[in-house]
């Protein structure tokens, strides 16, 4: 028997082909906050993505990333057991793309931080999605690095996190190689 946890500690995800590899990011207005959409087919599925910001009262650039899949009633869903998808669609290649879009959005927009935690109207499985996530960040951890971030757990709670570079004065320079 093959354990989802021990493969994942093989995976890197290297060699697994994304659904998409570029991603358009549409923006919108609520109540002076800016969200984020974006969407990839995945095998004749539409997967809808969202950047939600946390706090309007916050300086800081703070998101909450949700990626849905159609459900059984012709909308979409972030819930397993909801998902019309199960079964349909290959999950590493999914969980691939979503990575490859979160990079993305991190490349455009230099948030400082985003909420990936895994949700689900299951607890169980909301504690599962967050603990694969947390092991593919881990082997990935050089190309969150490479664009300027690393992640963080606590809890049920994983976040990717912009890494500061401040100078004596206290100023973040992210752009200055010496920090």
Request: a negative charge; proline letters at 4%.
């Amino acid at each position: 028997m093959i354990r989802i946890k021990d493969l994942l500690t093989e995976i890197t995800l290297g060699s697994i082909a994304p659904y998409a590899t570029q991603f358009v990011w549409s923006t919108y207005q609520v109540m002076g906050q800016t969200y984020y959409d974006s969407e990839f087919d995945a095998d004749g599925r539409r997967i809808e993505m969202t950047m939600t910001p946390i706090d309007p009262q916050q300086e800081a650039a703070e998101y909450i990333f949700v990626f849905k899949t159609p459900d059984k009633w012709g909308t979409t869903s972030y819930s397993h057991s909801a998902s019309s998808a199960v079964g349909q669609l290959d999950y590493l290649r999914l969980i691939r793309t979503v990575g490859e879009a979160i990079l993305d959005f991190c490349t455009q927009y230099a948030p400082d931080s985003i909420d990936i935690s895994g949700d689900d109207g299951d607890s169980d499985m909301r504690s599962k999605k967050t603990r694969i996530y947390a092991a593919l960040l881990q082997h990935n951890a050089s190309r969150l690095a490479q664009a300027g971030y690393t992640f963080l757990r606590r809890g049920n709670s994983l976040w990717i996190v912009r890494k500061q570079a401040y100078d004596a004065t206290g100023i973040d320079t992210p752009d200055n190689p010496d920090m």
